[in-house]
């Protein structure tokens, strides 16, 4: 339960605030909450998915283009109505295609025969001449041009176009494919005109129907859906796509599906009427042909490829080719003919989601791909639900995760989840056919990143750069970089740990100062604090907790966790030991006093923390352990040697070599303890060094067993190639007073020490 508390008192509120924000996409999903660029964004990422799909060519479906080639060879457009009812005989007659839908409309009859200037001659000025106006009439059949169409179109598979037009009524009308009264009552929302700009009754009459070729563009001008049906009068009317489809397919009928009651129809059914699909009977077999309707009877148009003759999926042949019989029989009989122009000056170009200059022909020709594959791009009934679920499970997961997360963590989890809901996406879209929105999801994704990386710059950086700041000065930068990771796990608050301190002090410090001005001291103290601080730091990363005049006192442990604590302490007070030489060697060259260090370093459980007064505070640590540790630093002058530690250190770090010095009882203590001299790491001392040890530790042996003599006659052995070290003469001077003093049957061997 504990656990739990910290949990949410450190991440409770940076979790509400990314759940608010997943609570509020949640609400737009649901239609709750209208957010305007969300919406265009949907749209974008639906054209860019529409622009991912690779065309793959549909030879059964071929779009003959009325181009600048046949433009060049036929004349400029529109054609007489000779030369289309050529085109038709070509169509139907030379090459047997199964359908063909004209994109072109014939509303007015077709004059440019001449004809009718024959025609008022013989009526007036050449009525006289003998014979004019039988030759005339002989004509007329021949200089016929509509006529010459109507006879084309008579009985074979031709779909004419047409348009609707509110503002006019002209031509004629094919029959529709149902009228309301099919409805039964029902009232099915659909795109309504009150007027038609069709073609001539006499044409309407012999093509096998008509189909409106009107584009409904989206209030931005796209392309993006087309009607099936639309609505004049009382009848429903088909496209030119789905009536060239149906006459194809030789469809018997075409007839409206309402498969549910009122209380089975979502609310999409209901808006259209209930109407979802249209059911179309083909030859002879029992199971139609289902074609789903979306709103206003119309489907979203799957474009395949950017369009025209170099970028579709539909193969292009010049009209001009068809018209001369230069195109192999094979690439039009028993095909879908679609019959349209992409001369850029006949203003047939369309803006779509693929392309802003889409042939208005080629979709027609998408249209019926996917009549006949049955397979529509829809947005199911459910879609919301997907979508609410979806928004709620992405930024349920990054709202609880990117809180927890690092930086690199949390932007790989963002970027993986985006790709995900994208990849997903697409493949129900290619593969399912089903029509999903994904930008709420995606814009959560990013607010919800974007929300925490604001939090951890606000909030997070802030609390490390105070970390920073308050342990900046006491331990090396690396380790501040390591907590500033982690920084929950560090803290000022006071408690107990294992930990080494060390006490560091200059020798003869007063005679120092006196031998130098207060600038050339300056310099000197500068040197030499800055020379040991940066060993205690840098080197084995220990914990710097104050200078005390001349003096140092660090330690290993704390704030960052090292279960080597003693190890480093031992190691960076050999080091310490090089750079006095080294900075010896410097200021003798000044002309400076020698500088010698003594140092304690002692191990064992230790109060850490924030510890001072309201008027000035200080990470450091306290206990008897550190007290024993600063009592080593002032006996190493007693021993004449540079560094003391004390027995828990030496038994926490075992890698090293150690000198025994004595069995001490320092001011404060009651219980002795064993103090030594680490020489170096054990693996690294030769022999002449472990020889030298194991012949001392036999003296300090002899000593406690008071054998004067043998320690005597050790002790010589070891000046004599030790001259220099400042332990064995104390020790020589001891025995002297041990054999005038005898200390008697029960000497402990221990020295006790009655100062600091």
């Known amino acids: 339960m504990r656990t739990w508390s910290r949990i949410l008192r450190k991440y409770g509120l940076r979790w509400a605030c990314g759940l ?73 007659g030379h090459y047997g295609v199964a359908a063909a839908g004209f994109d072109i409309v ?131 009317y088909p496209t030119l796509s789905l009536a060239t489809a149906a006459v194809a397919l030789q469809a018997r009928a075409i007839t409206p599906s309402f498969s549910k009651t009122v209380d089975q129809m979502s609310a999409s059914e209901r808006a259209n009427g209930g109407l979802d699909e249209l059911l179309m009977f083909v030859g002879q077999e029992k199971v139609p042909l289902r074609i789903p309707v979306g709103e206003n009877l119309s489907a979203l148009i799957e474009y395949r490829g950017p369009g025209g003759p170099k970028g579709g999926a539909f193969p292009y042949v010049s009209a001009a080719d068809v018209l001369a019989g230069r195109v192999p029989k094979q690439v039009l009989a028993d095909h879908i003919i679609l019959v349209g122009t992409t001369a850029p000056g006949l203003l047939d170009l369309r803006p779509t989601p693929v392309n802003n200059e889409y042939p208005g022909v080629e979709v027609h020709a998408n249209m019926i791909k996917s009549i006949l594959d049955e397979r529509f791009k829809v947005r199911p009934d459910y879609a919301d639900g997907v979508e609410g679920i979806q928004v709620a499970l992405a930024g349920g997961l990054l709202a609880i995760a990117l809180a927890v997360l690092s930086p690199l963590p949390s932007m790989l989890l963002a970027v993986a989840l985006a790709g995900a809901v994208f990849g997903l996406n697409y493949w129900a879209y290619a593969e399912l056919d089903l029509v999903l929105k994904m930008a709420m999801t995606l814009v959560l994704i990013a607010a919800v990143f974007v929300f925490n990386v604001a939090w951890g710059y606000f909030f997070e950086v802030r609390r490390n750069r105070g970390l920073v700041s308050r342990f900046g000065e006491y331990v090396a930068p690396e380790l501040v970089a390591q907590m500033a990771e982690n ?26 100062s006196e031998g130098l001005t207060p600038k050339q001291l300056r310099e000197y103290i500068n040197l030499y604090l800055t020379a040991m601080s940066e060993d205690i730091r840098s080197a084995h990363q220990g914990t710097l907790d104050k200078y005390i005049g001349d003096a140092v006192m ?51 459980l230790m109060h850490v923390g924030d510890m001072g007064s309201n008027i000035r505070r200080a990470y450091t640590v306290m206990g008897d352990a550190v007290n024993l540790g600063s009592r080593l630093e002032g006996i190493t002058k007693v021993y004449g040697v540079g560094i003391a530690v004390g027995e828990a250190t030496r038994a926490a770090a075992p890698e090293f070599a150690y000198r025994e010095l004595d069995l001490v009882r320092v001011k404060g203590k009651n219980e002795p303890v064993a103090i030594f001299e680490p020489i170096a790491l054990e693996r690294e001392i030769d022999d002449a060094t472990r020889q030298e040890l194991e012949r001392w530790h036999a003296t300090l042996a002899a000593v406690r067993a008071q054998r004067w003599d043998e320690a005597e006659n050790l002790l010589a052995e070891l000046q004599a190639d030790s001259p220099q070290r400042g332990l064995y003469p104390l020790y020589v001077e001891r025995i002297a007073y041990y054999r005038q003093h005898p200390p008697g049957e029960n000497w402990d061997g221990v020295t006790t020490f009655e100062t600091k």
Not at 26 to 51: C, H, N, Y
Not at 151 to 159: C, H, R
Not at 563 to 568: F, G, L, P
Request: proline share 5%; hydrophobic share 45%.
């Open 487 to 512: 920084p929950e796990r560090y803290n000022m608050d006071g408690e107990s740990r294992e930990l080494t301190v060390m006490f560091v002090d200059v020798r003869g410090f007063t005679t120092i």
């Open 554 to 604: 660090a330690f290993w442990g704390a704030p960052v966790h090292f279960s080597d604590h003693a190890r480093r302490g031992v190691a960076t007070s050999l080091l310490m030991q090089q750079s006095a030489a080294r900075l010896n060697q410097d200021f003798i060259a000044r002309g400076w006093p020698e500088l010698k260090i003594g140092i304690g370093l002692n191990s064992g």
């Open 106 to 236: 014939f509303p007015e009859a077709d004059n440019t025969s001449g004809y009718e200037v024959l025609d008022g001659l013989a009526r007036h000025e050449m009525k006289d001449v003998s014979g004019f106006r039988a030759r005339v009439d002989m004509l007329k059949d021949a200089m016929d041009y509509d006529g010459l169409l109507a006879t084309a179109l008579d009985g074979q598979p031709v779909v004419l176009g047409y348009n609707i037009a509110d503002d006019q009524r002209k031509g004629q009308l094919p029959n529709p494919f149902f009228t309301s009264e099919t409805l039964n009552g029902r009232s099915v929302p659909a795109i309504t005109s009150r007027g038609y700009l069709a073609n001539l009754e006499r044409l309407q009459a012999a093509a096998a129907t008509g189909g409106i070729f009107t584009a409904t563009p989206d209030p931005d001008g796209i392309l993006r859906h087309s009607a099936l049906l639309m609505r004049i009068g009382d009848g429903f």
């Open 20 to 92: 608010l924000l997943t609570a509020v996409a949640v609400l737009q999903v649901a239609g709750q909450l209208r957010i305007d660029s969300i919406e265009r964004m949907d749209t974008f990422f639906a054209d860019l998915r529409m622009r991912l799909v690779q065309p793959q060519l549909e030879p059964k479906i071929v779009i003959v283009d009325i181009d600048e080639k046949s433009i060049a060879e036929v004349g400029h457009f529109p054609w007489n109505r000779k030369v289309v009812a050529q085109l038709v005989t070509q169509l139907t």
